[in-house]
């Protein structure tokens, strides 16, 4: 919604009643609702209810004061936009009761509650008519007991929660899309009923590091993304039952899977298939033919693994990541379809791809999360994953919230979508006012440079080698310190370092920066206006005189849910569109807090 239709509809429900905000249908200002939470002057009016509380506040609430809302539909409270470890920033907040008892919930269709402070939902809670639940970072234990009527519930939050145990039994929830319960690092088991939700889409256990077990056989013939990374203690994926077609993507990065079920085949419409560091994987199916749409497969990290499957025939296969299988026998080449344009190994000693082959890459190493591709064209895909950090461990940045960079070729300089700021490339980052600033999901970057001298004999030699001047020279990187000072003088500045491949072309570097970073960083954005970006750089070359790096232009602008899409599409390599995004989707899933919002990936 635009912010001056948001601003019209406010001041309508605003006149509902000027003086007594309690009579009024939606409450969105967080010193109207806390004063009613503790006046306990709430009214059957009340229909929605926004608190997003200042960082800093500390605050004493009553969940007593919703007791007279009837007509209550819409409850959130905290905000996870920002930061999915908000709850922590609200552990000043206290509640005078234990549980929910008070509060209606027979109209309830949203219940958005960031840190939920209870362990248990009460045993009256009948929300027949709920649609959304969403708990990020909640202290709750177990949701309810018994089986619950919940037919309109259609999406399950509990992201976080690290004290859940056990999941509900959703044998009346059928028409659940998507469950959420990622970082639940106490749960051990789900309800076996989760295995026949026809209607289910997204499924997200990662980071659950006690679950032990899933379902012996699941048959969710609507299901799309199974994420099931860094679940350290999974030994088993249950067999596949009836049709499950619909599965796109599925990450058993860091599990404990020794191996998969001879039904791991039947998933046909597998696009995305991840092992990475399963290092007790010792086997795959034989017959891999059988997954006939999977374009991307990594390997890499399976350290017991015996054998190299035999994926000749797998005609839409273009991307195999097998870095560091030391216990792997050595492959033949002939194992590998002709459809492969990006093979990553590493530990084999005589390994080349045929001649035939048409590979945008060949690598038997490479810098981890680093994707060099297209010695055929003018493009190259290069994209990182990390949390930076720079010498100085004052304003350094080496824990928190993962950021990606990349290179890109600029042959135009800094790409368009950086000019539409109204002014021009700029370093400094206008912030929305607080009521509207949880609305912006990451801040990017764009840095267009140029370096002058001279470059290594290595990477001369290594260019003469191949035969192109855009691959990169593996003995020189150029390095970026990015110092954000804010307009509070009395916040530190904080910085991020970032270290890029040097090529022989001219060469850009994009930032993407999730905003849940800032708040991590600077605590309270409520008291922010602008920050503004400093930015250095230097040139590294072993054992010669670095040359001089020189920044040509640059430009940073705030990325929104309605134009996340242009700046990822402006910044995508020329031809590698495809690849582009699905590495991105990758990383996202993976280890950002925020999955930045991608153009549709065609899987």
């Known amino acids: 919604m635009h912010d001056l239709l948001q601003k019209m509809g406010q001041e309508i429900v605003r006149r509902e009643s000027p003086d007594e905000p309690g009579r009024r249908s939606r409450l969105w200002r967080y010193e109207d609702v806390l004063r009613i939470l503790k006046d306990n002057s709430g009214t059957n009016a009340v229909e929605g209810i ?40 609200l552990s000043t907040v206290e509640w005078d009761e234990d549980t929910l008892n008070s509060m209606p919930t027979n109209e309830l269709r949203l219940m958005n509650w960031s840190g939920f402070p ?49 999941t509900p039994d959703f044998s009346k929830a059928q028409n659940l899309e998507t469950i959420d319960l990622e970082g639940c690092k106490s749960l051990t088991k789900v309800h076996p009923s989760i295995g026949g939700l026809k209607r289910l ?37 249950p067999d596949v039952v009836g049709n499950m077609a619909s599965l796109r993507l599925l990450y058993l990065d860091g599990t404990a899977i020794k191996e998969v079920p001879s039904s791991f085949t039947m998933l046909s419409g597998l696009s995305t298939l991840s092992f990475r560091d399963c290092k007790k994987l010792s086997i795959l199916p034989s017959d891999m033919c059988g997954l006939s749409s999977l374009r991307f497969l990594q390997l890499s990290g399976c350290y017991t693994l015996g054998k190299f499957p035999d994926l000749s025939s797998m005609k839409c296969l273009e991307e195999l990541y097998a870095d560091e299988i030391t216990a792997l026998i050595q492959p033949s080449p002939n194992l590998f379809p002709m459809s492969i344009k990006t093979l990553r190994v590493s530990g084999f000693r005589d390994i080349a791809p045929r001649r035939s082959l048409s590979l945008r890459c060949f690598s038997r190493g490479g810098c981890e999360g680093t994707f060099y591709l297209s010695p055929e064209s003018s493009s190259i895909l290069h994209v990182e994953m990390g949390s930076g950090g720079f010498e100085d461990e004052e304003t350094s940045s080496t824990v ?12 135009s300089g800094i790409p368009e979508w950086f000019y539409n700021t109204g002014s021009g490339p700029s370093d400094i980052i206008q912030l929305p006012d607080p009521e509207h600033n949880r609305k912006w999901i990451g801040c990017a970057m764009f840095i267009d440079y140029e370096v002058h001298g001279s470059l290594s004999l290595l990477g001369l030699s290594f260019l003469k080698s191949h035969g192109d001047s855009t691959l ?15 307009n509070d003088r009395k916040l530190p500045s904080r910085c991020l370092f970032f270290r890029v491949p040097q090529y022989r ?11 849940q970073w800032f708040p991590e960083q600077f605590k309270n954005l409520d008291k922010l206006s602008s920050i503004t970006i400093h930015i250095t750089t230097r040139c590294e070359i072993s054992g010669y005189n670095p040359p001089e790096v020189k920044i040509k232009n640059q430009g940073a602008r705030l990325v929104y849910e309605h134009n996340g899409s242009e700046f990822f599409r402006s910044i995508a390599p020329r031809g590698l569109e495809h690849e582009f995004y699905r590495h991105l989707y990758y990383f996202g899933n993976r280890n950002l807090g925020v999955i930045p919002p991608l153009p549709f990936i065609d899987c």
Not at 126 to 149: A, D, F, I, Y
Not at 205 to 228: A, H, M, Q, T, Y
Not at 400 to 411: A, F, Q, R
């Open 118 to 166: 209870f362990k248990y939902l009460p045993m009256d809670f009948h929300p027949n008519n709920l649609v959304e639940l969403k708990m990020r970072g909640s202290s709750v234990e177990q949701l309810w007991k018994g089986n619950k009527s919940l037919g309109s519930l259609k999406y399950l939050d509990l992201s976080g929660s690290e004290w859940l145990m056990e």
């Open 505 to 515: 072309s001219a060469r850009g570097i994009w930032v993407y920066i999730p905003a």
């Open 472 to 486: 990169p020279f593996r003995s020189s990187r150029v390095h970026f310190n990015c110092k954000f000072e804010t």
């Open 50 to 89: 926004v608190l997003n509380l200042p960082i800093d506040i500390e605050e004493r609430l009553s969940v007593k004061a919703l007791l007279q809302m009837k007509k209550l539909r819409i409850l959130k409270i905290g905000s996870i936009n920002i930061t999915n470890n908000f709850s922590k920033q």
């Open 201 to 237: 889409k997204q499924l997200d256990l990662s980071s659950c590091e006690n679950l032990r077990g899933l379902p012996d056989k699941i048959s969710l013939e609507s299901l799309e993304d199974l994420k099931l990374s860094d679940c350290s203690s999974l030994e088993k994926f």
């Open 400 to 411: 928190g919230t993962k950021v990606m960079h990349g290179s890109l070729l600029t042959i």
